[in-house]
Nanobody, 120 residues
Framework: QVQLVESGGGLVQAGGSLRLSCVAS????????MGWYRQAPGKQRELVAD???????NYADSVKGRFTISRDNAKNTVYLQMNSLKPQDTAVYYC??????????????WGQGTLVTVSS
């Protein structure tokens, strides 16, 4: 079984920074694309950033220039460095990954989420 666990959320003032981490664990053969999504109250879940296994990244327009996604393939971990945070970044942030488990076919796995609150 494969699980994703996020960490690093919290309360920060506008203009501040946070770094989120997400670790994939379990019986994993390999991890393909990984990404971060967020969901604010009353809004749909939206893509924040994703990254391929070779390091090609993609960002939502709203976070370009402020957020950086990275990964450590040896640790099956993806990070989201968030700088110049704004109140509108407040949301629950979810990690997502496409994973090849050792005992089955490709799975899309979600973490439970970590809350980021940016005060004004």
């Amino acid at each position: 079984q494969v699980q994703l666990v996020e960490s690093g959320g919290g309360l920060v003032q506008a203009g501040g920074s946070l770094r989120l981490s997400c670790v994939a664990s379990g019986s994993i053969f390999s991890v393909n694309a990984m990404g971060w999504y967020r969901q604010a109250p009353g809004k749909q879940r939206e893509l924040v950033a994703d990254i391929t296994s070779h390091g090609i990244s993609n960002y939502a327009d709203s976070v370009k220039g402020r957020f950086t996604i990275s990964r450590d393939n040896a640790k099956n971990t993806v990070y989201l460095q968030m700088n110049s945070l704004k109140p509108q970044d407040t949301a629950v942030y979810y990690c997502n990954a496409a994973v090849w488990p050792e005992d089955g076919g490709l799975l899309e796995v979600w973490g439970q989420g970590t809350l980021v609150t940016v005060s004004s």
